[in-house]
């Protein structure tokens, strides 16, 4: 009689722990996230969330030497993908950009301070794509060239300004950058003082949008549950829903503003009466209230990074003195000295251009891209992207590439983008990567590009650029002040004069002809 084996009800349990572990292993084996890029170890549950603090830019150039051009993070279980190159940024962000044109979530700053109307930070919708396609229309570059007397005006202003006051350059800066955004966009005239109340509110509303986006300012973005928490125990809620109400009625004011005008009067071209023109033609299909957002978000998007580039290109003037005589070796052989320059000599001062472009690349004002995050699982260069990952692209590290921009990629040389004929390079992806990428890149690139070109034109033909009397200390050209919206340099000390004694008459000419 053959025995029937007893097993013990460890034995069972150890049976059964062992297939539960041959099952795990096998989809260990199996599971993609084996194949996810290289990356900083973290801890359980948390993993990165504590090596990505406020101030993430030391750690992402840090990460990219040691991983290269792609790195994988987990921010409590959040993958992250930070992009160091700009060629991985080309191919997943511009080649893939129907998997990756979407945004992370932003809880507090996108859905409730914004209302889920700032289409820079949006998520890809149909609010999106309506407010850009519009913005794209109103400011191409075709549209951009009826800016240009206004952004003329404005140069010669900073420069008189600069030369009246250099040690105040950081407020010429931001009124010249206030006022632009405020003609080009609402058609005002140019205001006297960064203090003009409307300007005022729109620089309240850029606060508060950086101090609502900043990483890990609030826990709701982490655990996204805490949305339904009501707003009598959330103050966070409550004063975001409050500034959503206080800045829609401000940018419909604004909106308003010029509605009025274009039934009574001739507006001066600005970007809301074009939303608002081809609204009524029906090529936009925008509501009032996105129409204004649309100008407000252009306004919070691009007048901190007008004034950080102006500020970086003052100290690379100082810094570099030869870039800035052969800058204005050019000006005199082409403008001369009896006009300022103007946008009719733009083609014939390949040099001004190839200054603006390194001004860009050399110095990004806004290190980190505005993140993208991927719709579906992928795959690149055998490595596995998880679907939902956010993108984050290093532009600092793309911009200083030694394999695109050479070994000297650190130093201020503009003859990078000129040819051996002096003429500049034609346009490529290896320009800078400051525009953004795909369907997100920035809609007023052209609008900024133009009004570098036109204040560094007059300021490079009108004055000298140097350091403040007095001032022998070291020049600190990496260290800078992080804004929020955009890093400016650390405070420094220039002295600016007239190159030339007809300058200030030509300059008071010119203002009086522009802005009569």
């Not at 987990?74 to 191919?91: C, E, K, T, Y």
């Not at 083609?347 to 050399?362: C, D, F, M, N, T």
């Not at 692209?393 to 990629?409: E, K, T």
Request: aromatic share 10%; with cysteine; proline share 7%.
């Amino acid at each position: 009689m053959a025995l029937i084996p007893i097993y013990s009800y460890s034995d069972a349990l150890t049976l059964i722990a062992s297939f539960v572990l041959c099952a795990f292993i096998v989809r260990y084996i199996r599971s993609p996230y084996r194949k996810v890029p290289a990356g900083p170890r973290g801890i359980p549950i948390l993993g990165n969330i504590f090596q990505l603090r406020e101030d993430m830019i030391p750690a992402f150039m840090k990460w990219q030497k040691i991983y290269g051009d792609i790195c994988y993070v987990n921010l409590a279980g959040q993958p992250i993908l930070v992009i160091n190159s700009g060629r991985v940024a080309f191919d997943l962000l511009d080649c893939r950009s129907a998997n990756y044109s979407e945004r992370p979530r932003r809880i507090v700053a996108g859905e409730i301070l914004c209302g889920g109307l700032f289409f820079a930070q949006n998520p890809y919708n149909a609010v999106t794509r309506r407010m850009r396609r519009a913005s794209h229309e109103a400011m191409s570059n075709q549209a951009s060239r009826k800016y240009h007397p206004m952004q003329t005006a404005e140069a010669v202003l900073l420069t008189l300004s600069l030369l009246d006051r250099p040690e105040s350059y950081d407020r010429h800066l931001q009124r010249n950058a206030a006022s632009l955004a405020m003609s080009m966009l609402y058609g005002h005239p140019p205001i006297m003082s960064e203090n003009d109340p409307s300007v005022q509110e729109i620089n309240g509303f850029i606060k508060q949008l950086s101090h609502y986006g900043r990483p890990g300012g609030h826990l709701v973005e982490v655990f996204p549950w805490m949305v339904y928490i009501p707003q009598s125990l959330a103050k966070w809620k409550r004063e975001a829903m409050l500034g959503f109400r206080h800045y829609t009625k401000v940018f419909e004011n604004l909106a308003d503003d010029v509605a009025k005008r274009m039934s009574t009067e001739t507006v001066r071209p600005c970007f809301t009466a074009s939303l608002i023109e081809n609204n009524s033609a029906g090529s936009c299909n925008l509501s009032k209230r996105e129409i204004a957002w649309a100008a407000g978000g252009m306004f919070a998007a691009g007048s901190e990074t007008t004034s950080s580039v102006m500020a970086w290109f003052l100290l690379v003037m100082i810094a570099f003195p030869e870039a800035q005589k052969r800058a204005q070796d050019e000006l005199d052989a082409i403008v001369g000295r009896s006009r300022v320059p103007t946008f009719a000599d733009f083609e014939h001062l390949p040099y001004i251009q190839a200054v603006v472009k390194e001004s860009l690349r050399w110095r990004t004002t806004v290190p980190v891209g505005v993140p993208h995050r991927s719709l579906e699982d992928d795959w690149y260069e055998g490595m596995f992207i998880p679907k939902g990952t956010i993108c984050i692209a290093n532009v600092h590290c793309m911009n200083r590439d030694p394999r695109v921009f050479g070994p000297d990629a650190a130093e201020f040389k503009p003859e990078r983008y000129l040819d051996a004929t002096g003429a500049i390079k034609a346009n490529s992806a290896d320009d800078h990567y400051n525009f953004g990428f795909g369907r997100r890149v920035c809609p007023g690139r052209y609008l900024g590009s133009n009004t570098l070109f036109i204040n560094m034109a007059v300021l490079l033909w009108a004055a000298k650029i140097s350091r403040g009397k007095g001032d022998a200390g070291p020049l600190d050209l990496e260290g800078f002040v992080n804004m929020g919206t955009a890093i400016h340099p650390k405070p420094f000390t220039c002295d600016i004069q007239p190159r030339f004694t007809e300058v200030p008459h030509i300059l008071s000419q010119e203002k009086e002809f522009l802005l009569p």
